[in-house]
């Protein structure tokens, strides 16, 4: 069944200008692309998007990261795309990731590892409401 999951191209992606190949990989793998923006993430929006890690140690970090350059948003659809796009991305610390992922070709540590994607169906939906009104969406 069609599943929608949210990508985001993390600072680090564009700063590499690796974003081409990083979309064309997601592509290749069969997503096709809702919705896509390019923004600068504010203090209080990376907040509130990463608001569940708001406990952990690396919150303060990984929202200065988050707002340190622009990001590009990304609405995908496929079946199973929640769990396909993590297969795709790889472990959260590259160091951990298969060989052929898109964190393990691109990433350099646990924070600035390329790329975000939700962990589940129902998380996907609140954040993809996040950056997409309805009618952003194709
Ligand atoms: P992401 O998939 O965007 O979801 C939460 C992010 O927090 C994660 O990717 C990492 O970039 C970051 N993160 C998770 N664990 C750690 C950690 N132990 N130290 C620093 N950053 C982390």
């Known amino acids: 069944m069609k599943e929608r999951t949210l990508a985001i191209l993390k600072p680090d992606c564009l700063e590499k200008r690796v974003q081409g190949k990083v979309i064309q990989q997601i592509i290749d793998a069969g997503f096709d692309i809702k919705g896509m923006r390019l923004l600068s993430l504010s203090e209080d929006s990376a907040k509130k998007f990463y608001e569940v890690h708001?406990?952990?140690?690396?919150?303060?970090?990984?929202?200065?990261?988050?707002?340190?350059?622009?990001?590009?948003?990304?609405?995908?659809?496929?079946?199973?795309?929640?769990?396909?796009?993590?297969?795709?991305?790889?472990?959260?610390?590259?160091?951990?990731?298969?060989?052929?992922?898109?964190?393990?070709?691109?990433?350099?540590?646990?924070?600035?590892?390329?790329?975000?994607?939700s962990d589940s169906a129902e998380n996907a939906k609140k954040e993809i409401a996040h950056f997409f009104n309805d009618s952003d969406l194709v």
Do not use: Q, W
């Not at 707002?67 to 496929?78: A, F, I, N, R, Y």
């Not at 297969?87 to 790329?115: C, F, H, Q, W």
């Open 54 to 117: 708001k406990e952990r140690p690396f919150y303060g970090e990984l929202v200065a990261y988050m707002t340190s350059g622009p990001v590009v948003p990304l609405c995908l659809e496929k079946d199973n795309a929640v769990a396909d796009f993590r297969k795709l991305i790889g472990a959260t610390n590259p160091a951990n990731a298969e060989e052929g992922t898109i964190r393990k070709m691109y990433a350099d540590s646990i924070e600035r590892n390329i790329v975000h994607g």
